[in-house]
């Protein structure tokens, strides 16, 4: 997400703020100094007593490589992630547990994860009884890089410690994918995820059973979810007009249930009448069209390079009524088949 204010969520500073305080408790207490971890960065050791203490994300992101390149041999980012749980993410956290099912924690989780303004968004999708939660760094990142290796295992690992907490036992995983290779201490990754786990892939994944998604919530009759759904909701919309149309645009885009993403549906859920929503992309110089045609052919292509899919599951994954229809249209786009698109993939693998 762009966003072209300088609109700061108050839900993501005090999340990272905890997040980052946790990273440098964990590096201190694995032998590198304080003073190494802010190496480069605006603040100085003395700095971190502050009241009130905001970390930016530019000192986030540094403190985080300093930290890999530090310990490139530790698990510090599962250290962190088995650390960060359900209540550890504020009003969201909140918000998730009040809600009655897994599944329904996981879609409140997918329409507010740009408040956590974080570089990595995730989402789910289903493939026959198989649930894949997929996750990927929305700007091009070095996976093997000690930074990114160590914030991707902070995620996923604290992902697994909030759905235990919210469902009250572990997730039942089928397998863990990682996009970075294999670290050292590759032992760690079964302590933490009890399943197969492999290494090297295009994205990183949670695969269980879609079953799992129906398990229910410990919390759902315990939290008032009215008072935490209008908070987060108004804090939602803040960032939301702080950013350009065609960007709010494209994240509904990923939002909207089945890719059902017409012109009326994407206009009520950015709270615009269809005509403004129109005339406001012209000034951005987009259309409705064009952004929905590009993202249907990445997520065609991603969809079709990236699983197993077969060629009707992918279009009606996208919304299209039959294979025939989203055949017509990835040639239209692309001048390739599915079948031409999948061949290259693995004739040319990234």
Known sequence: MTVKGTYHSPIATIIQ???????????????????????DTSLGVADLERDPLVFSMKDQIKIIAN??????????????????????????????????????????????????????IGHVTIEKDIAYLTF??????????????????????SIITSTAQLIGRPLTLIECKFSHDAPSYKEKYHEIFHSKISFGHP???????????????????????????????????????????????????HN??????DLNQVATQIGLTQRTLRRRLKEEG???????????????????TES???????????????????RRALRRWKGLSPDEIRQRAISNPA
């Open 308 to 326: 197993s899919m077969n060629i009707e599951a992918v279009a009606l994954q996208l919304g299209y009524s039959d294979a025939s229809n989203f």
């Open 203 to 253: 994205t990183t994944q949670l695969i269980f059973p879609a079953t799992e998604l129906n398990a229910h919530s410990l919390f759902c009759h315990q939290i008032h979810r009215k008072d935490y759904e209008i908070t987060v909701e108004s804090e939602f919309q803040s960032l939301q007009n702080s950013s350009c149309v065609g960007d709010q645009v494209r994240q509904q885009f």
């Open 286 to 304: 987009l259309s409705f069209r064009s952004l929905k045609e590009d993202y249907l052919l990445k997520k065609a292509e991603e969809l079709l």
């Open 67 to 120: 930290v890999g390149r530090g310990l490139p041999n530790q698990d510090i980012g599962l250290q962190m992630g088995c650390r960060i749980g359900l209540f550890s993410r504020d009003r969201v956290g909140m918000l998730l547990a009040s809600m009655p099912t897994l599944r329904d924690a996981i879609e409140t989780a997918e329409r507010y994860q740009y408040l956590l303004q974080v570089p990595m």
């Open 17 to 39: 703020k905890y997040r980052t305080q946790l990273l440098l408790q964990i590096a201190s207490g694995n032998g590198i100094s304080l003073s190494d971890c802010l190496k």
């Open 136 to 157: 990927k760094y929305t700007n091009a990142v070095d996976a093997n890089s000690p930074g990114v290796r160590l914030h991707t295992e902070s995620i996923v690992a």
């Open 256 to 261: 909207l249930p089945n890719r059902k993403s």
